[in-house]
């Protein structure tokens, strides 16, 4: 079955730099049509699509943070990591990864991490 | 491409039927997906290609509209469907989510 999980810091200090990892199972990133997002949510806020990795290692990002931003997948390990630079407190939220398998058609997201949540402050 | 839910919250009892629309700042074709999202849960994706209803999904769901103007419709609410509910195109890079529409009890 499909499984993710996120991991990473919880607290984090203005400046520094995010890593999240996203391990998955249940499917393989070299197969066609497999992708792996990553989406933030600040508190009672909405969602927010933040950048997102494919089968042929292409990868795509939020207008506004692509110079933040930067998405990467390891194969052999089944996971995929996103870097965030310079984190600010407005940053903070619940960081999710999630699964798009194209043969639905679109890059829907059929299946979601649990979430991690992560705090920007001194 | 902006997308713009409405209303941003209501209030319904269980057994009314509920309509939240989504509406692209452009052309999205069928490229639209709807997600649930409950109190410190994840998304649950619950249609795809505007109208195409994931497996699993109770059939009270339904997914309707293409263009710039999509629907979704609960139409009988249960107690589990008292939630936050999100629109997301899919037609292009980079893709987005509409600001959600809360779904409370009345």
């Known amino acids: 079955q499909v499984t993710l999980r996120e991991s990473g810091p919880a607290l984090v200090k203005p400046t520094q730099t995010l890593t999240l990892t996203c391990t998955f199972s249940?499917?393989?990133?070299?197969?066609?049509?497999?992708?792996v997002s990553w989406i933030r949510q600040a508190p009672g806020k909405a969602l927010e699509w933040l950048a997102i990795?494919?089968?042929?290692?292409?990868?795509h990002y939020a207008t506004s943070l692509k110079t933040r931003l930067t998405i990467s997948r390891d194969t052999t390990k089944n996971q995929v990591v996103l870097t965030m630079t310079n984190m600010d407190p407005v940053d903070t939220g619940t960081y999710y990864c999630?699964?798009?398998?194209?043969?639905?058609?679109?890059?829907?997201?059929?299946?979601w991490g649990q979430g991690t949540l992560v705090s920007v402050s001194s | 491409i902006q997308l713009t839910q409405s209303p941003s919250s209501l209030s319904a009892s269980v057994g009314d039927r509920v309509t939240i629309t989504c509406r692209a700042s452009?052309?999205?074709?069928?490229?639209l997906a709807w997600y649930q999202q409950k109190p410190g849960k994840a998304p649950k994706l619950l249609i795809y290609?505007?109208?195409t209803l994931q497996s699993g999904v109770p059939s009270r769901f339904s997914g309707s509209g293409s263009g710039v103007d999509f629907t979704l419709t609960i139409s009988s609410l249960q107690p589990e469907d008292f939630a936050a509910y999100y629109c997301?195109?899919?037609?292009?890079?980079?893709?987005?989510f509409g600001g959600g529409t809360k779904v409370e009890i009345k």
């Open positions: 999630a699964r798009t398998n194209m043969g639905r058609g679109d890059f829907s997201l059929d299946y």
């Open positions: 249940g499917f393989s990133l070299t197969n066609s049509g497999m992708c």
């Open positions: 990795v494919d089968w042929d290692d292409d990868k």
């Open positions: 452009q052309d999205i074709s069928s490229y």
């Open positions: 290609a505007a109208s």
């Open positions: 997301q195109q899919l037609d292009s890079f980079p893709l987005t």
